[in-house]
């Protein structure tokens, strides 16, 4: 028989409209933040090690200058101004001053090592007896001076006193005109002598009063 379609949905059919209702899909959770980083920072780099560090003050008040007392001899002569030059040498003096500006050796990353090699330079002028042996003394100590903060300066050359044969030392400095070649050994003792006269001068021990 013959039976017309109800109008009224049946209890099933409501059941498949509401499925969509509670299959719906949950709205997506919100972004999770990324963490926090912190900027990475670099340590700052350890101060190099100047193999002066170890001299103390006491180290220095010990050293005699007893031996490094006569400027004018024939042995580690040092002027003690330029004043007495003339126009010419006084020209010639400046320009090796000048060089020793640009020396590559006056660039050692090493303060100690850098004011050996300086000293060298004073040294091998007396050595060969250069026109400037005492004028090349003069410079190199202004030079130093001005570069080295006083209390480095005072260390590295206590330290090429106290350790003579630490170190490297040039032999021979072509660069600055100063023309000769000799062994290391007669480099480092005549340093020795040229350092006390330095640093004589620094702690007031040099020149000897009168």
Not at 104 to 122: E, G, L, M, T
Not at 146 to 172: F, H
Request: net charge negative; charged share 30%.
């Amino acid at each position: 028989m013959y039976r017309p379609v109800s109008s009224t949905p049946s209890v099933a059919a409501w059941l498949v409209l509401a499925v969509p209702v509670f299959c719906a899909a949950a709205p997506p959770a919100p972004a999770t933040a990324p963490a926090a980083t912190t900027p990475a920072t670099t340590a700052p780099a350890a101060k190099d090690k100047e193999p002066y560090d170890s001299i103390t003050n006491e180290d220095i008040a010990s050293i005699d200058f007893d031996d490094a007392t006569d400027d004018e001899g024939f042995v580690g002569p040092l002027a003690h101004s330029l004043d007495h030059l003339d126009a010419d040498a006084r020209k010639r003096i400046e320009e090796r001053a000048d060089k020793l500006l640009d020396w590559r050796y006056s660039d050692d990353p090493s303060v100690a090592q850098r004011v050996r090699y300086c000293i060298c330079a004073a040294a091998l002028a007396d050595l060969f007896h250069d026109e400037f042996e005492s004028e090349t003394a003069f410079v190199v100590f202004d030079y130093l001076k001005k570069e080295i903060p006083k209390e480095q300066l005072k260390k590295a050359c206590a330290w090429i006193i106290l350790k003579p044969d630490a170190g490297k030392v040039v032999t021979t400095a072509p660069d600055l005109g100063i023309e000769g070649d000799t062994d290391e050994g007669t480099v480092r003792e005549r340093s020795v002598l040229y350092a006390k006269k330095l640093l004589g001068r620094l702690v007031g021990k040099l020149p000897p009063k009168e």
